[in-house]
């Protein structure tokens, strides 16, 4: 903590926001959007009447953190999912390495959090108006968001000071016994692991609640805490320690933790109160509509939830709705990259770039600008708009303008849709681009190609900007939990358990042949993660866990010939330091059996100009100056 923070005392109140969902009882999950807000709340106050405490509580998972989230759209163009198309934006994909500070979690304000968590329990612990059932189920979820509070800095940070009960400053006191050291790693993530046993049985067991802490939240965290800690000490190097433990995980602990997240995910898979969101035929439309459906949805187990009535609604679907169809003139903004479009596998489960040309290098000519995709894992079209899909009944117009038969490609610079006499022996006006694009430098058109189509809100009015979005940010669902359970099982040597757990994940993509438990792999577990959780905000964390950032993210320049006709589409290890795109256009040869058709180009946008570097210093990010000049018992992390 800051020293002149700590010249002060700090006053328990919270200036209480109204956020979450709707209405009265404190022991609905639809409480909180339509709590009227209260100014500064006196402690004695707050814990005589559980509307007011209730009240609080939403303040305190309103400040819940999140990295990547459905609330900042260009957060997930940093790791090459996407190209950020706007213009403000392109310095994501011109950085050549990533800052020591890049996703640092750890400043007065977090502690600040933590102190009003700790404020929270102790007077709830004190408090003796509320009835036992509801003081401790609010005591339980304050736990709840500790634990995940906690749970952001170590995987962050690597061990932090672990401070459970809040510390007050009175003028004379001897400002070193609020200085603390920095706990271990291993000692935080047992830290997390042991609340969430402990308060599991105090929350409710209820899947219908789900923009508050349950048993199964508790339980989902749990398990993936767990697995992070079993990986960091599964995959880490001495280059990725520190001597006092603060970094750095023993490999003899892994097992003990994969056992520990695998037991936690079969509690809620044994509990039978969750399943596989199944509602729609069309997989790839079911698929989507797991993260917009709001009403009786079987996967979802924790969220941020938002609501219309209350004003409490985001702008994701104004920011990235296809710009061509687009309830407001704008959209477009997130264009997910080739390098994730080609990483969904065939439906006879093998990889496969998609076939701009024959093995021979000569150019695939296609009927429909959709034929290329055809036969991938469901979760493609999915989660991404591809070129002839539709989106609010609108299909998009994606391609990128004609390539003669000399090779000559004619297309235009704008969104306009047409131009005059372009195309020799066509008289009149013909349009020469797609309204979507892509074109080239042109901000909110398709510039890899692809529009994203997780999270997309399908509601009329949802891309307007007088009413927006009410879309939940959904932090854990069922779909995690078995690949939790798959992953440990697999690191356990339990390979068909393994194979038994990812199996009904695969199916509900359409990939009906299911995997021996001879192939599962490490390169299938990371796979699999990969295309269920594109734009879930675990690339990166995983990436970490499993010590594959540097190797993947490893500063080295890619070209055309990296996607096309690639070999090494399913090892966990491939390279993706630039985004990629594949551009349709249409064939103009009147007179050719191939006139009309679509040929495909991968291209690199002109805005990408500098490959990611990860470094070993990345791992765990710096912590900030403010913070060791306020506590010399801090000590840095490595490699900075």
Not at 25 to 53: G, H, M, R, Y
Not at 119 to 145: H, P, V
Not at 412 to 433: C, E, I, Y
Not at 603 to 608: D, F, L, T, W, Y
Request: proline share 4%; net charge neutral.
């Amino acid at each position: 903590m800051k020293k002149t923070n700590q010249m002060k005392k700090i006053i328990y109140a919270f200036t209480a926001i109204a956020l979450l969902s709707v209405g009265q009882s404190c022991k609905k999950d639809s409480e909180f959007l339509d709590k009227q807000p209260t100014n500064v709340l006196p402690i004695d106050a707050v814990w005589k009447d559980p509307n007011l405490v209730l009240t609080v509580m939403g303040d305190l998972y309103d400040r819940y953190p999140d990295n990547q989230t459905i609330e900042s759209w260009a957060s997930f163009a940093v790791f090459d999912e996407a190209f950020a198309s706007a213009g403000g934006d392109y310095f994501r994909h011109q950085n050549i390495e990533y800052g020591y500070d890049a996703w640092r979690y750890w400043d007065l304000g977090v502690y600040g959090y933590i102190r009003d968590l700790n404020m929270f329990i102790k007077r709830g612990q004190e408090s003796t108006q509320l009835k036992t059932e509801d003081r401790d189920r609010f005591l339980a979820e304050a736990r709840f968001i500790r634990a995940g509070v906690y749970f952001e800095m170590v995987k962050r940070m690597g061990g932090v000071p672990l401070l459970t009960t809040p510390l007050e400053y009175n003028n004379g006191d001897n400002v070193s016994n609020l200085q603390f050291p920095r706990s271990k790693e291993t000692e935080v993530y047992d830290f997390v692991i042991s609340e969430l046993e402990a308060i599991k049985t105090i929350l409710p067991d209820d899947p219908t609640i789900q923009s508050r802490a349950t048993k199964a939240a508790a339980l989902a965290m749990e398990s993936r805490a767990a697995l992070y800690a079993g990986s960091i000490a599964k995959y880490s190097n001495a280059q990725l320690t520190l001597p006092g433990g603060e970094v750095g995980i023993s490999s003899a602990l892994a097992n003990g933790y994969f056992t520990k997240s695998l037991n936690a995910a079969k509690e809620i898979i044994n509990g039978g109160k969750y399943t596989l969101y199944k509602k729609n035929p069309t997989l790839s439309d079911n698929f989507a509509a797991l993260f917009t459906d709001k009403s009786n949805n079987p996967e979802v187990i924790f969220v941020k939830d938002f609501k219309l009535k209350t004003n409490k609604v985001h702008g994701f679907t104004i920011d990235n709705q296809p710009r061509s169809s687009a309830e407001e003139a704008q959209g477009g903004r997130l264009n997910p990259s080739l390098n994730l479009v080609q990483s969904f596998e065939k439906l006879d489960n093998t990889y496969a770039s998609l076939a701009s040309v024959d093995a021979s290098g000569n150019t695939l000519y296609y009927t429909n600008v959709t034929d290329i995709f055809a036969g991938r894992d469901a979760r493609l079209a999915g989660t991404v708009i591809l070129p002839g899909t539709a989106f609010k009944g609108k299909t998009v117009d994606i391609w990128a303008g004609y390539q003669l038969a000399n090779g000559t490609i004619v297309t235009g610079d704008n969104f306009a849709q047409s131009k005059t006499n372009v195309l020799p022996g066509n008289a009149g006006s013909v349009q020469v681009v797609g309204g979507d694009g892509p074109i080239d430098g042109l901000e909110f058109s398709a510039q890899s190609g692809f529009y994203i189509r997780k999270y997309l809100d399908p509601a009329k009015g949802s891309g307007q900007i007088g009413t927006r979005s009410e879309v939940w940010w959904v932090r854990y669902r069922y779909a995690e939990v078995l690949l939790n359970a798959a992953e440990a099982s697999f690191e356990l040597g339990d390979l068909a358990a393994a194979a038994n757990y990812i199996k009904p994940v695969r199916d509900r993509a359409g990939l009906t042949t299911a995997l021996t438990p001879a192939q599962i792999t490490f390169d299938r577990i990371v796979h699999e993660r990969k295309v269920e959780f594109a734009f879930e905000d675990h690339e990166l964390w995983d990436m970490k866990r499993w010590r594959l950032a540097d190797k993947v993210w490893n500063g080295n320049n890619m070209s055309a010939a990296d996607f096309i006709n690639a070999t090494n589409i399913g090892s966990a290890t491939r390279t993706s330091t630039q985004v990629f795109g594949l551009w349709p256009y249409k064939y103009y040869d009147p007179g050719n059996a191939n006139n009309g058709k679509y040929i495909f180009k991968v291209i690199k946008p002109s805005k990408v100009t500098a490959a990611h570097r990860f470094r070993l210093g990345n791992y765990y990010s710096s912590i900030a100056q403010e913070v060791l000049n306020g506590n010399p018992k801090i000590v840095r992390n490595p490699n900075q």
